[in-house]
Nanobody, 125 residues
Framework: QLQLVESGGGLVQPGGSLRLSCAAS????????IGWFRQAPGKEREGVSC????????NYADSVKGRFTISRDNAKNTVYLQMNSLKPEDTAVYYC??????????????????WGQGTQVTVSS
């Protein structure tokens, strides 16, 4: 069974940090761009960051540039999202997705066709 599994979410104070992981099972990630997305209650899913299959290219939403860093370790079949200087507006369920349609380095969630179950990130004092 092909699966993506996110982990690393939790409750953190404003200004704090978290590292999210996205692990694949049943297939290898190294052929695909991987994206991180988030969805807050009542809002549409939005792109946060994505990384090319080799890890050589990345893309970030303006709202997280300079605070979040995406990386991948293809040997571990895992993609990471390091989140620093967290703000209350970063609160959401975070999902990772695989671009198995080879749409390119996009933050458009419609271009991703395999999703994890999500991990909750709550930024609050």
């Amino acid at each position: 069974q092909l699966q993506l599994v996110e982990s690393g979410g939790g409750l953190v104070q404003p200004g704090g940090s978290l590292r999210l992981s996205c692990a694949a099972s049943g297939f290898t990630l190294d052929k695909y761009a991987i994206g991180w997305f988030r969805q807050a209650p009542g809002k549409e899913r939005e792109g946060v960051s994505c990384i090319s299959s080799s890890g050589g290219r990345t893309n970030y939403a303006d709202s997280v540039k300079g605070r979040f860093t995406i990386s991948r370790d293809n040997a571990k079949n895992t993609v990471y999202l390091q989140m620093n200087s967290l703000k209350p507006e970063d609160t959401a369920v975070y999902y990772c997705g695989a671009d198995r349609l080879f749409a390119g380095l996009t933050l458009d969630h419609y271009e991703y066709d395999l999703w994890g179950q999500g991990t909750q990130v709550t930024v609050s004092s």
